[in-house]
């Protein structure tokens, strides 16, 4: 450790250590702390009865390869390979697809039976937007304006992205498109190695750049004085820098490492306002070492669900679920390993307020209900299962320290407070998951690079 | 630097962006994100690389300033003359 640093980053999830990365590339002297005993914040994995569960990795949008390839070198880049099905089953309608603007052209031509004229204008006009539109339009009047009463197109549209970040039909229209956008380019990529390779490559490049790492390191607070950030205070001691970011939640940097009392009246009433997205639950199943599964596609998007709502989707029993499959070809260089992480949205509040006894029922009840549905794209799956693990919404608070244990950052206004921080409290920087746009890998990445070029900018003036 | 070497910089920080970049046919008058395909991010690369090579700052609202090889050499040249 040195006595002192030109930036400290809390955090290191995907947008912490990206910004570490950059401003290390800037030659700044750069310590990163972070509260777990892993690097990656939710981009996380844990080892259970000789298997790897990857909590977040799922898939994200090709835009990943020039990012990785520009921002962490060549041989992170490399390993982005492409999971070719996506396997879509509810109700109204059970399809597999690339998830790409080609085949989504096709599919809503062919399966939905809309007009080729009306599908290319829908996308002409995601493709065209951007940051700067207006922020009025909802998403739900953008399907309504192509697609009128096609409960059905909108499920296709939206229910992937409903797990990719959290977002629901009244998100400004924006926000969609500039996601779907993306995962439209080309379809949906992964980390061949998993998330431990991932992080794993990305602490390497960060320690060659010497920048100085500690886990098991729990900021007690940004210091500040007078109005601006000089360093943090971690394990009762004080360590100065330059400048300081915060990779924590942005309300928990807020209310957790800064405190409210040091905010303007103005900065306070629009931080307010800023809404967490929700947050998840996760089941996962390892399947016996020797034993194997057949290719029932790479990403399924499940539901029992009759029509589908955003309130629907995050209910505390709810009929839909995503199956992330990972097969041997996932960690190609480990012993064939086969697990399946079933995912859904959650509110916080529907876990939290359970008692001890209840909160166990629960957690055991949705174990079951996930199983019952694997089974059915994977019949006798179960007597081949020989670890099952599950998370709520407060595991993931106990392992992020996230308000309300949030799975994608907040809403679209927390972007505005994210970026006009360091105009509030000089030298107090955030990135992390916000807006809606800033989530996700790709956008957490992106993220920090952007927090970075503010930080360097901030660091050459001072 | 005179217009020429601001010039080759300006390739070689883009070029050092993205590598595939073609600039056989550039029309220095064209925008450089038509032509070259470059993003906002790849924009945010150069402000930066001009900041740690030059300790230059641009800032956000001049961004619009470096949309052609030719207005980047407009601009920066002032800036750049005496180095």
């Not at chain 1, 996230?402 to 970026?419: A, N, Q, V, W």
């Given at each position: 450790?040195?006595?002192?640093y030109?930036a400290?980053?809390?955090?290191s999830?995907?947008?912490?250590l990206?910004?570490?990365k950059r401003l290390?590339?800037a030659?700044h002297?750069v310590?990163?702390?972070?509260?777990?005993?892993?690097?990656?914040?939710?981009?996380?994995?844990?080892?259970?009865g000789?298997h790897?569960f990857?909590?977040?990795?799922?898939?994200f949008p090709?835009?990943m390869?020039?990012?990785c390839?520009?921002?962490?070198?060549?041989t992170?880049?490399?390993a982005?390979v492409?999971?070719?099905?996506?396997?879509?089953?509810?109700?109204?309608?059970?399809?597999t697809?690339?998830?790409?603007?080609?085949d989504?052209?096709?599919?809503?031509?062919?399966?939905?039976?809309v007009?080729?004229a009306?599908?290319?204008?829908?996308f002409?006009?995601?493709e065209?937007?951007?940051?700067?539109?207006?922020?009025?339009?909802?998403?739900?009047?953008?399907?309504?304006?192509?697609?009128?009463?096609?409960g059905d197109i909108?499920?296709?549209?939206l229910?992937?992205?409903s797990?990719a970040?959290?977002s629901?039909?009244?998100?400004?229209?924006?926000t969609?498109?500039?996601?779907f956008?993306n995962f439209?380019n080309?379809?949906v990529?992964?980390?061949e190695?998993?998330?431990?390779r991932?992080i794993?490559?990305?602490?390497?490049?960060?320690k060659?750049l010497?920048?100085?790492?500690?886990?098991s390191?729990?900021?007690e607070r940004v210091?500040?004085?007078k109005?601006?950030?000089?360093?943090?205070?971690?394990?009762?001691?004080y360590?100065?820098?330059r400048a300081?970011?915060?990779n924590?939640?942005?309300?928990?940097?807020?209310d957790?490492?800064?405190g409210?009392?040091v905010?303007?009246e103005?900065?306070?009433?629009?931080?307010a306002?800023?809404?967490?997205?929700?947050?998840?639950?996760?089941?996962?199943?390892?399947?016996?070492?020797?034993?194997?599964i057949?290719?029932i596609?790479?990403?399924?998007?499940?539901?029992?669900?009759?029509?589908f709502?955003?309130?629907?989707?995050?209910?505390l029993?709810t009929?839909?679920?995503?199956?992330s499959?990972?097969y041997?070809?996932?960690?190609?260089?480990?012993?064939?390993?086969?697990t399946?992480v079933a995912?859904?949205?959650?509110?916080?509040d529907?876990w939290?307020?359970?008692?001890?006894?209840?909160?166990?029922?629960?957690?055991?009840?949705?174990v079951?209900?996930?199983?019952?549905?694997?089974?059915r794209y994977?019949?006798?799956?179960?007597?081949k299962?020989?670890v099952?693990?599950?998370?709520?919404?407060?595991?993931?608070?106990r392992?992020?320290?996230h308000?309300?244990g949030t799975?994608?950052?907040?809403?679209?206004e927390g972007?505005?407070?994210?970026?006009?921080?360091?105009?509030?409290?000089?030298g107090?920087?955030?990135?992390?998951s916000?807006?809606?746009?800033?989530s996700g890998?790709?956008g957490a990445i992106?993220?920090?690079v952007?927090?970075?070029?503010d930080?360097d900018?901030?660091?050459?003036?001072t | 630097m005179n217009?020429?070497?601001?010039?080759?910089?300006?390739?070689?920080i883009i070029?050092?962006?993205?590598e595939e970049?073609d600039?056989?046919?550039?029309?220095?008058?064209?925008?450089?994100r038509d032509?070259?395909?470059?993003?906002s991010?790849?924009f945010?690369d150069?402000?930066?690389?001009?900041?740690?090579r030059?300790?230059?700052?641009?800032?956000e609202?001049?961004?619009?300033?470096?949309?052609?090889?030719?207005s980047?050499?407009?601009?920066?040249e002032p800036?750049l003359r005496d180095?």
């Amino acid at each position: 450790m040195k006595p002192t640093y030109d930036a400290i980053v809390i955090g290191s999830g995907l947008g912490g250590l990206t910004c570490a990365k950059r401003l290390a590339d800037a030659d700044h002297r750069v310590l990163l702390l972070e509260q777990h005993f892993q690097l990656g914040g939710l981009a996380t994995w844990f080892k259970r009865g000789g298997h790897i569960f990857d909590v977040s990795l799922h898939g994200f949008p090709y835009g990943m390869v020039k990012t990785c390839k520009k921002y962490w070198g060549k041989t992170i880049q490399s390993a982005i390979v492409q999971l070719k099905n996506i396997v879509f089953d509810n109700p109204q309608f059970s399809l597999t697809t690339s998830f790409s603007k080609d085949d989504f052209i096709r599919l809503l031509q062919e399966r939905f039976g809309v007009a080729e004229a009306v599908v290319r204008e829908f996308f002409i006009t995601i493709e065209g937007m951007n940051f700067y539109d207006d922020q009025k339009l909802r998403t739900f009047e953008l399907f309504e304006r192509f697609f009128p009463g096609r409960g059905d197109i909108h499920r296709l549209l939206l229910e992937p992205i409903s797990y990719a970040n959290g977002s629901t039909l009244d998100e400004p229209a924006i926000t969609y498109g500039i996601v779907f956008s993306n995962f439209m380019n080309r379809g949906v990529f992964t980390f061949e190695g998993g998330t431990d390779r991932l992080i794993g490559l990305m602490e390497h490049e960060l320690k060659n750049l010497g920048v100085d790492i500690r886990t098991s390191a729990r900021v007690e607070r940004v210091v500040l004085n007078k109005g601006r950030a000089t360093g943090v205070m971690v394990d009762g001691k004080y360590i100065p820098a330059r400048a300081v970011i915060s990779n924590a939640g942005i309300t928990n940097t807020v209310d957790d490492l800064v405190g409210r009392e040091v905010l303007s009246e103005n900065f306070c009433e629009r931080f307010a306002q800023v809404r967490v997205n929700n947050s998840s639950c996760q089941v996962y199943f390892g399947i016996r070492k020797g034993e194997s599964i057949p290719d029932i596609g790479d990403l399924l998007f499940t539901s029992r669900e009759e029509q589908f709502t955003s309130e629907a989707l995050r209910d505390l029993r709810t009929k839909s679920r995503t199956f992330s499959v990972y097969y041997p070809k996932t960690r190609p260089d480990a012993p064939p390993d086969y697990t399946i992480v079933a995912s859904m949205n959650a509110n916080f509040d529907d876990w939290a307020r359970l008692n001890a006894h209840e909160y166990a029922q629960e957690k055991e009840a949705m174990v079951e209900r996930c199983l019952a549905d694997l089974e059915r794209y994977l019949p006798g799956v179960h007597s081949k299962i020989d670890v099952i693990e599950s998370a709520t919404p407060l595991t993931f608070q106990r392992y992020t320290l996230h308000s309300k244990g949030t799975s994608f950052g907040t809403k679209f206004e927390g972007l505005d407070i994210s970026r006009s921080l360091h105009k509030e409290l000089p030298g107090l920087f955030h990135v992390g998951s916000v807006g809606i746009i800033m989530s996700g890998w790709l956008g957490a990445i992106n993220y920090g690079v952007i927090v970075a070029n503010d930080v360097d900018s901030w660091l050459r003036d001072t | 630097m005179n217009r020429e070497e601001i010039r080759e910089v300006l390739l070689e920080i883009i070029a050092d962006i993205d590598e595939e970049a073609d600039f056989t046919a550039l029309d220095a008058d064209k925008p450089l994100r038509d032509q070259l395909e470059l993003d906002s991010m790849d924009f945010l690369d150069i402000v930066m690389e001009l900041r740690k090579r030059y300790k230059l700052q641009v800032p956000e609202d001049e961004y619009p300033e470096l949309a052609t090889l030719n207005s980047c050499v407009n601009y920066l040249e002032p800036k750049l003359r005496d180095l």
